[in-house]
């Protein structure tokens, strides 16, 4: 068996073409949730399925991955490893990765690049979060605090400690948390609920509403879907990714065939000697 990271399986989902395959059937979770769009529902369905079934996930919903530069993300590109053992100190090092902020990405790739290397060089600020701030508004005109786009560390162990019971009841609190919000809400804003929720992230671009059918304008009503969003969107959507790994595969273990197949490589630490016999043999 082969292992490995949160942030490699999250790779393996972002980089499927949802526009080549069919929908994903089923629910996201045991009740019935309208908050999300058709991508992000296929989105965590992926996810579950992977975790679930990986071999009928490559066959049925996968193409060999490509080595492409999605420009999300700070650190991106390589091709990723997977490990033999669950404590190969490349599988649980903690690694950071950072998202790029999404007015960067709407620039086009030239800026993201010019990001990135930004970023290289500004890193150690981090440690000063004013300064860092700071910086970033002068060289880029956004004011973003790193935690904000913070992918955060990808080893398996992170929240190991997690049971499926605690993410059940985590989950549910928050569907409870939600639909009381709602009820308390005003006829309008309720209108605005049901009629834009599923469209979060048109407030990350700099697109207008085609439909803003609501008194708001584009820029109040972008304001209240990333509120929501940061409430209780993107709190569920991790919960329920947690809930997925924990209950299906809670160490990421996978078939080494399986991974080479979506274009893994092994590990050079734990499969060092492997590795060099093969060379050998050529």
């Given at each position: 068996m082969a292992y490995i990271t949160k942030s490699n399986a999250s790779r393996i989902i972002r980089e499927i073409d949802f526009g080549k395959i069919k929908n994903f059937e089923g629910d996201v979770y045991g009740q019935r949730i309208n908050l999300f769009s058709l991508k992000d529902k296929n989105i965590l369905l992926a996810i579950s399925k992977l975790y679930s079934n990986p071999d009928e996930f490559?066959?049925?919903?996968?193409?060999?991955?490509?080595?492409?530069?999605?420009l999300s993300y700070v650190f991106e590109g390589g091709q990723p490893a997977y490990h033999a053992k669950l404590d190969c100190p490349k599988l649980i090092s903690t690694f950071r990765n950072y998202e790029i902020p999404q007015e960067i990405k709407d620039k086009g790739k030239e800026e993201v690049l010019r990001f990135r290397k930004w970023f290289n060089e500004n890193k150690s600020l981090l440690e000063?979060?004013?300064?860092?701030?700071m910086?970033?508004?002068?060289?880029?005109?956004?004011?973003r605090s790193a935690e904000e786009f913070e992918v955060g560390n990808s080893g398996v162990q992170e929240n190991e400690n997690l049971d499926l019971e605690d993410l059940t009841l985590k989950i549910d609190t928050l569907l409870a948390e939600i639909q009381e919000y709602y009820n308390k809400a005003s006829d309008y804003k309720k209108y605005v609920i049901?009629?834009?929720?599923?469209?979060?992230?048109?407030?990350?671009?700099?697109?207008?509403?085609?439909?803003?059918?609501?008194k708001?304008?584009?820029?109040?009503?972008?304001?209240?879907?990333?509120?929501?969003?940061?409430a209780f969107k993107r709190p569920l959507k991790k919960l329920l990714r947690?809930?997925?790994?924990?209950?299906?595969?809670?160490?990421?273990?996978?078939?080494?065939?399986?991974?080479?197949?979506?274009?893994?490589?092994?590990?050079?630490?734990?499969?060092?000697?492997?590795?060099?016999?093969g060379a050998d043999q050529n």
């Open positions: 490559v066959n049925s919903k996968y193409e060999k991955i490509e080595n492409i530069d999605t000063k979060p004013d300064t860092y701030v910086r970033l508004q002068a060289a880029f005109g956004i004011k049901d009629n834009f929720i599923k469209s979060t992230s048109m407030a990350y671009t700099s697109y207008s509403f085609k439909n803003n059918s609501t708001y304008t584009d820029e109040v009503l972008k304001k209240f879907l990333k509120q929501y969003d940061k947690n809930y997925y790994r924990v209950k299906f595969n809670p160490n990421l273990k996978f078939e080494g065939a399986i991974l080479e197949q979506l274009g893994f490589k092994k590990c050079a630490h734990c499969h060092g000697e492997e590795i060099l016999e």
